[in-house]
Antibody, heavy 114, light 109 residues
Framework: EVQLVESGGGLVQSGGSLRLSCAAS????????MNWIRQAPGKGLEWVAN????????SYVDSVKGRFTISRDNAMSSVYLQMNSLRAEDTAVYFC???????WGQGALVSVSS | QAVVTQEPSLTVSPGGTVTLTCGSS?????????PYWFQQKPGQAPRTLIY???NKYSWTPARFSGSLLGGKAALTLSGAQPEDEADYYC?????????FGGGTKLTVL
């Protein structure tokens, strides 16, 4: 059974940092692109970042470039999102997943107080 | 970055047909945008319905179909059911970053 479990969310002050983790199981993690998407309260989905299977290619939405870093550890079957200089507008539920296989976690809530 | 535009809301009668569309600020949508369609119901994580324009997953009801139509990506629902009432999002690739549309709230009434 495929499972993706996000952790590391919580409440942080504006300007602070958080690191989200996503632990994967049930599939060959090292073969898959991985993504982070987010959804602010009452708003639509927003794609945030992705990383290729060996971690050498990364892309970001403009609003997080220079502040967020995606990384992965294939030995641990995990993908991470380091979030620095957090802003109120980063408040959202963050989901990790793979697009093509349609594997998605249940999300982790990040709340940034201003 | 590009902007992807969807109808904010649509209404369909039970058993009826409706087409949701997604346009791109960069021009015509093509297969090279690898269009995805997601369905999201209140309080739930999004569920992927369509990938690469028109490909379905094992869980995608047969009444949903994806296509390119008039320079846009389209999701057609034929024979709407009450359980199809949800928010629908498209997602496009732009050679690296991806961009979601703003979402369409579909009401079955």
């Amino acid at each position: 059974e495929v499972q993706l479990v996000e952790s590391g969310g919580g409440l942080v002050q504006s300007g602070g940092s958080l690191r989200l983790s996503c632990a994967a199981s049930g599939f060959t993690f090292s073969s898959f692109w991985m993504n982070w998407i987010r959804q602010a309260p009452g708003k639509g989905l927003e794609w945030v970042a992705n990383i290729n299977p060996d971690g050498t290619k990364k892309s970001y939405v403009d609003s997080v470039k220079g502040r967020f870093t995606i990384s992965r550890d294939n030995a641990m079957s995990s993908v991470y999102l380091q979030m620095n200089s957090l802003r109120a507008e980063d408040t959202a539920v963050y989901f990790c997943g793979n697009l093509r296989a349609a594997y998605w976690g249940q999300g982790a809530l990040v709340s940034v107080s201003s | 970055q590009a902007v992807v535009t969807q109808e904010p809301s649509l209404t369909v009668s039970p058993g009826g047909t409706v087409t949701l569309t997604c346009g791109s600020s960069t021009g015509a949508v093509t297969s090279g945008h690898y269009p995805y369609w997601f369905q999201q119901k209140p309080g739930q994580a999004p569920r992927t319905l369509i990938y690469d324009t028109s490909n379905k997953y094992s869980w995608t009801p047969a009444r949903f179909s994806g296509s390119l139509l008039g320079g846009k990506a389209a999701l057609t629902l034929s024979g709407a059911q009450p359980e199809d009432e949800a928010d629908y999002y498209c997602l496009f690739s732009y050679n690296g970053p991806w961009v979601f549309g703003g979402g369409t709230k579909l009401t079955v009434l």
